[in-house]
């Protein structure tokens, strides 16, 4: 089965993530809200700016375990694809297409308006300090990405949804408190600042994690017995 045709099967699973999604936005405009009125606030500089928007209370302790929560609990697969095509790489596709699909949707919302306040409140004052921006809302995605296949992993593994959920809670966490350490790891980069260059190295290496866990992910998922 080719890629754009899983796509378009996995497109019929799109009114599951209606009501998920929309509470994800109702807390994502009152997040942007608190921001923008926190920002007015403030002197407005750059730096104050930047750390508002990426912080790690709103942004990293609730908003991406939210997602990824929310997409653990929404995504299916059929064994009978397996069944029918008798590759297991079928059904790793499949969830990795919804998983892909339902952080887009979360994600892009998101992502432009940060960009679209960031430019009206002044900040963006260069074309290296929007390049800046934007791969630290690509951070944020791999971020995303990274807590849901680990969910996937977990709830594969041992075959129970709540599974992949303490997975995903533990581990943001887990990070969380490194943040607070100040031990400095690959992920939760985003609540840095850093040169474009610095920022686009940290994707690349998140790029790679991601490459991995993926690759974790279709072993167990070719090992399974269904």
Request: glycine share 4%.
């Given at each position: 089965m080719s890629v754009a045709r899983l796509v378009k099967q996995q497109l019929r699973y799109a009114p599951r993530y209606y009501v998920p999604v929309m509470l994800v936005y109702v807390f994502m405009m009152l997040m942007i809200l608190v921001k923008v009125v926190a920002?007015?606030?403030?002197?407005?500089?750059?730096m104050d700016v930047y750390f508002r928007w990426f912080d790690?209370?709103?942004?990293?302790?609730?908003?991406?375990?939210?997602?990824?929560?929310i997409t653990l609990m929404t995504v299916v697969f059929r064994p009978y694809d397996y069944l029918r095509s008798g590759s297991r790489k079928l059904l790793y596709w499949q969830l990795l297409i919804q998983a892909l699909?339902?952080?887009?949707?979360?994600?892009?919302?998101?992502?432009v308006s940060t960009l679209v306040s960031s430019y009206a409140f002044g900040v963006i004052s260069n074309y290296q300090v929007g390049i800046?921006?934007?791969?630290?809302?690509?951070?944020?995605?791999?971020?995303?990405?990274?807590?849901v296949l680990m969910g996937l992993i977990g709830y594969l593994t041992l075959r129970r949804k709540v599974a992949g959920l303490i997975v995903i809670v533990s581990l943001n966490l887990g990070l969380f408190s490194l943040h607070l350490s100040k031990v400095v790891t690959p992920l939760w980069k985003f609540t840095r600042s850093q040169s474009p260059l610095d920022k686009l190295v940290n994707v690349v290496i998140l790029v790679l994690i991601l490459y991995v866990v993926s690759a974790v992910l279709l072993a167990i998922i070719k090992n399974r017995d269904y």
């Amino acid at each position: 089965m080719s890629v754009a045709r899983l796509v378009k099967q996995q497109l019929r699973y799109a009114p599951r993530y209606y009501v998920p999604v929309m509470l994800v936005y109702v807390f994502m405009m009152l997040m942007i809200l608190v921001k923008v009125v926190a920002i007015r606030q403030s002197d407005g500089t750059f730096m104050d700016v930047y750390f508002r928007w990426f912080d790690a209370y709103l942004l990293g302790v609730i908003f991406l375990p939210m997602s990824a929560m929310i997409t653990l609990m929404t995504v299916v697969f059929r064994p009978y694809d397996y069944l029918r095509s008798g590759s297991r790489k079928l059904l790793y596709w499949q969830l990795l297409i919804q998983a892909l699909l339902v952080q887009i949707i979360i994600w892009l919302p998101w992502a432009v308006s940060t960009l679209v306040s960031s430019y009206a409140f002044g900040v963006i004052s260069n074309y290296q300090v929007g390049i800046m921006i934007v791969l630290s809302t690509v951070q944020v995605f791999c971020n995303q990405l990274f807590l849901v296949l680990m969910g996937l992993i977990g709830y594969l593994t041992l075959r129970r949804k709540v599974a992949g959920l303490i997975v995903i809670v533990s581990l943001n966490l887990g990070l969380f408190s490194l943040h607070l350490s100040k031990v400095v790891t690959p992920l939760w980069k985003f609540t840095r600042s850093q040169s474009p260059l610095d920022k686009l190295v940290n994707v690349v290496i998140l790029v790679l994690i991601l490459y991995v866990v993926s690759a974790v992910l279709l072993a167990i998922i070719k090992n399974r017995d269904y």
